[in-house]
């Protein structure tokens, strides 16, 4: 069987800092270097830092089409992989790669693109980096409308319902894993979100359309979290109105890991 990382098992005493179990505890996020805490919906980079070190190997190419501010990208250069970004926004594209291009690494290329992550033509994007196929893709999508993005009725966070949520992360996922290397991985951070008085487990509806469409399910990691942007300095009255009522405070999301075994 291919290795699909450079971890080597003989040497398995000695990757204390690689994670192997579902839970995962990160107290802070990493704010080195280009990092960025800024921007609205950012996942920490220690996530993207263990799937690729489980998952890839030095030179592999990977794929993010919700790039964001670039986490993903940037953990990727940090350890020789190369990556793609893409992201609907072209001003958050440009200010992702003006601080990606602050840590250049000569055995890393990165490639920024604006667009349309359901309907870019990806034939053009893998023949302008000169490749076939992909060997990791990662995806951190809008957790539907929690945190709106845009103005564009093509952003996730704007769908007027699940249905068309999930219709339109469904065309997500067949364009960016279009090139995925069959046997192996791409992954999904997510969280599920609160409303009209019920849990909508928006993780598990995405975990679904995966599987759907034929992806082996391997792992459904839970990672914490406590303060965030949206509940900064809130803890107190959220605790006050969850007593209040009969929820519980949101804790963690999912990081769901699925391997291509379709060409």
């Not at 949206?230 to 605790?239: F, L, Y």
């Amino acid at each position: 069987m291919a290795r699909y990382n450079d971890l080597d098992p003989v040497k398995w005493k000695e990757y204390t800092e690689v994670n192997t179990d579902s839970l995962w505890i990160i107290d802070k996020r990493d704010n080195s270097g280009a990092h960025s805490g800024n921007y609205h919906g950012n996942f920490v980079p220690q996530i993207p830092h263990q799937l690729f070190t489980r998952y890839t190997k030095k030179g592999d190419w990977i794929l993010d089409p919700f790039m964001g501010s670039g986490t993903s990208l940037i953990e990727a250069q940090r350890i020789g992989r190369n990556a793609v970004g893409i992201d609907l926004q072209a001003e958050v594209a440009d200010e992702a790669y003006r601080r990606i291009i602050t840590e250049p690494k000569d055995d890393s290329v990165i490639k920024v693109v604006a667009g349309d992550s359901s309907s870019l033509d990806m034939d053009n994007l893998m023949a302008s980096v000169g490749i076939k196929k992909l060997q990791f893709v990662i995806m951190h999508p809008p957790y539907w409308d929690i945190i709106k993005f845009s103005d564009n009725p093509k952003d996730l966070s704007n769908t007027e319902n699940l249905d068309s949520f999930l219709e339109s992360f469904g065309k997500v996922i067949d364009n960016s894993t279009k090139y995925l290397e069959k046997d192996r991985y791409c992954a999904c951070v997510i969280g599920d979100k609160y409303s009209n008085s019920q849990v909508v487990p928006l993780g598990f509806h995405c975990m679904n359309e995966f599987i759907k469409r034929g992806f082996l399910l391997k792992a459904i990691l839970v990672k914490n979290f406590g303060e965030t942007k949206g509940k900064a300095n809130q803890q107190a009255i959220w605790r006050y109105r969850a007593l209040a009522s009969d929820f519980y405070i949101f804790k963690h999301e999912y990081i769901f890991v699925f391997k291509k075994v379709k060409s």
